[in-house]
């Protein structure tokens, strides 16, 4: 059995299966681990890039994105750094003077007093930055540190193993849909040509033109089309 929080947390994340839980649940689940890791941290979150700019995504306190986001609004932070410069940065106290005095400013306002952001880096890319808070001054020591590393370095695998496991997934069901979508374009141009008696490239201009025409997908022109024919007698079919 595993006798340290950091042991029993990577043993759980080494047991999550990314493929069985959404993107959210993933970071949420890394989240949770990491405290039961870190028994200093108040409560954890994860800066990672969302709409192609860095926030918290996910957070086990609503008091972090309202911290974190003087961050955002004045692009000087530890978890920024964190993410952006793949280095760890710890604040024994938010009391007193040193970078990133705006968010230092909005963390003491908050009741947090101390802060620790571990890069989250592949060996080819930095994803985010997981960020720790203590509402003690000097809340985290280098052995929290030494831990929050390893943890770190796990979650980083996990991350990036569902991040290429929905990318896949969502490219699939894309590359999926465009078949289903050709397949019933083809039925569609079939039905044209045996009731206007035209081409295969004609009936497909026929289908573009009525596309254009009522402002339709093609795809969805072409489906409404298969399924009027699917339901007409045949020989109602065949006097088209």
Not at 23 to 45: K, N
Not at 47 to 72: C, H, N, W
Not at 200 to 209: K, N, Y
Request: some cysteine; proline content about 4%.
């Amino acid at each position: 059995m595993p006798d340290s929080a950091l042991d029993e947390s990577l043993a759980a994340l080494s047991r999550f299966f990314v493929s069985e839980s959404t993107i959210g649940e993933t970071l949420e689940r890394v989240s949770e681990l990491c405290e039961q890791a870190i028994p200093a941290a108040r409560f954890t979150g994860l800066t990672l890039m969302v709409d192609g700019r860095p926030r918290t995504a996910v957070f086990t306190d609503k008091t972090s994105p309202e911290i974190d986001q003087t961050q955002y609004d004045t692009g000087e932070g530890p978890c920024l750094d964190a993410f952006r410069h793949n280095q760890v940065y710890r604040i024994d106290s938010t009391l007193a003077d040193g970078p990133w005095p705006a968010f230092r400013s909005a963390a003491a306002a908050a009741g947090i007093l101390s802060t620790l952001s571990m890069p989250l880096a592949t060996e080819h890319a930095s994803i985010g930055a997981l960020n720790l808070y203590s509402s003690r001054v000097k809340g985290f020591t280098a052995e929290d540190e030494h831990t929050a590393a390893q943890f770190a370095s796990h979650a980083t695998v996990v991350l990036a193993n569902s991040d290429a496991y929905w990318e896949a997934r969502e490219l699939s069901e894309r590359l999926d849909e465009a078949m289903r979508s050709r397949a019933i374009i083809e039925q569609a141009k079939g039905i044209l040509m045996g009731a206007q008696r035209c081409t295969a490239d004609e009936a497909f201009e026929i289908l573009v033109h009525a596309s254009q025409r009522e402002n339709t997908k093609l795809r969805d022109i072409a489906r409404r089309m298969v399924e009027t024919a699917s339901h007409q007698p045949p020989a109602e079919r065949a006097q088209q």
